[in-house]
C-alpha cells in the first residue's frame, strides 16, 4: 500500500496525472487482469482434485457464501429503496456490497494459510459461486430497475 502510495505520487510528479491515467493505469489494469488469472488457474490446479472428488465439501461450502451474497444484496438493496436512491446508485451499491471481492480473498488465503489450505479451497469454490451468484443478481436488478426513481440531476 505504502508503496503504491509513493510510486503513485512519483509518477504523477514526474509524467504528469494525465499519463498517470491514460497510459500507465491502462497498461496497469492489464497486467492485474492477468496477474488475477495466473492465480486461479494456479489454485484451480492445486485443488481440483479436491473439488471433483469432494463433491459434498464443495456444497457445504457454497451454501453459506450463497446465503451470503443474497442477504447482503438484499439487506443493501432494500435499503437503498427506503433511503430513496435512484436505480444508478442502488444497484451498483448492492452488487458491490454483495460482492466477496475473491481476490483479496484468495491473496489473504494462500499468503497467511498456503495454496494446500482449507483456505484456499474456499476462496476457489467462492470464485465458483460468486460469478453466476452475481449474474443472477444482476438479472434481478434489471428486473427491478423500476422500483427506483429515474437519474439524478
Request: with cysteine.
Amino acid at each position: 500500500l505504502v508503496a503504491g502510495y509513493f510510486s503513485r505520487k512519483l509518477i504523477i510528479r514526474a509524467k504528469g496525472y494525465e499519463w498517470f491515467r491514460e497510459k500507465f493505469l491502462h497498461v496497469l489494469t492489464s497486467v492485474t487482469i492477468a496477474a488475477l488469472l495466473v492465480t486461479l488457474v494456479l489454485l484451480f490446479s492445486f485443488k481440483g482434485d479436491v473439488i471433483v472428488e469432494n463433491p459434498l465439501t464443495i456444497l457445504w461450502i457454497a451454501i453459506p457464501l450463497f446465503i451470503q451474497t443474497n442477504l447482503i444484496f438484499w439487506i443493501a438493496y432494500g435499503l437503498a429503496k427506503l433511503a430513496k436512491l435512484n436505480y444508478e446508485d442502488a444497484a451498483p451499491s448492492a452488487m458491490i456490497g454483495a460482492s466477496n471481492h475473491f481476490e483479496v480473498a484468495i491473496a489473504t488465503a494462500t499468503m497467511l494459510f498456503g495454496l494446500s489450505s482449507g483456505a484456499a479451497l474456499a476462496t476457489v469454490v467462492g470464485v465458483l459461486i460468486e460469478v453466476p451468484v452475481m449474474l443472477l443478481l444482476v438479472k434481478i436488478c434489471l428486473k427491478t430497475k423500476g422500483w427506483f426513481g429515474g437519474k439524478a440531476a
